[in-house]
């Protein structure tokens, strides 16, 4: 039943957002759910956002309509932290990325969607090598 509904879901929405927080150790990454959902948006032409939050600032990168907004409150107005330094700090994590450690609240799920990602063309190698793609060119 999932399998089969799961992209419908995906496809309704607007839109779909990544976080990368907390940012030297993000917790989406990890999660298989969340490395699904990122990529069946991508696939379905669905708007992918990456939100990136650094406890300072928050980096809105839209992967559809290049945008990039930067929310900061006053309390961190004199951060000395830029967006590049953010975004390099972004980069360990993207490199640790592979679905196939990546874990769920319930094992299967986790067999379920490795299931799937292992039955697609180049498996998952292919899935982390597109996931780490999008992540790195924004």
């Not at 990544?18 to 948006?41: D, M, N, Q």
């Not at 990136?52 to 961190?76: A, C, N, Q, T, Y």
């Not at 990546?102 to 299967?108: D, G, K, L, R, S």
Request: glycine share 6%.
């Amino acid at each position: 039943m999932l399998a089969g509904n799961f992209p419908a879901v995906i496809k309704s929405s607007q839109g779909v957002v990544f976080t990368i927080y907390p940012w030297r150790k993000a917790i989406a990454p990890s999660r298989i759910w969340c490395l699904f959902e990122a990529v069946t948006a991508v696939e379905n032409n669905i708007e992918l956002e990456l939100l990136i939050d650094s406890g300072k600032m928050l980096v809105l990168i839209s992967f559809f309509f290049v945008e990039l907004v930067l929310f900061s409150s006053d309390f961190h107005k004199n951060s000395k932290m830029t967006k590049q330094q953010l975004l390099a700090g972004c980069q360990e994590t993207v490199e640790a990325l592979d679905v196939g450690k990546a874990q769920a609240t319930v094992e299967q799920d986790r067999q379920l969607i490795l299931g799937m990602v292992q039955k697609r063309e180049g498996g998952i190698s292919k899935f982390n090598s597109l996931m780490k793609g999008l992540l790195q060119d924004r």
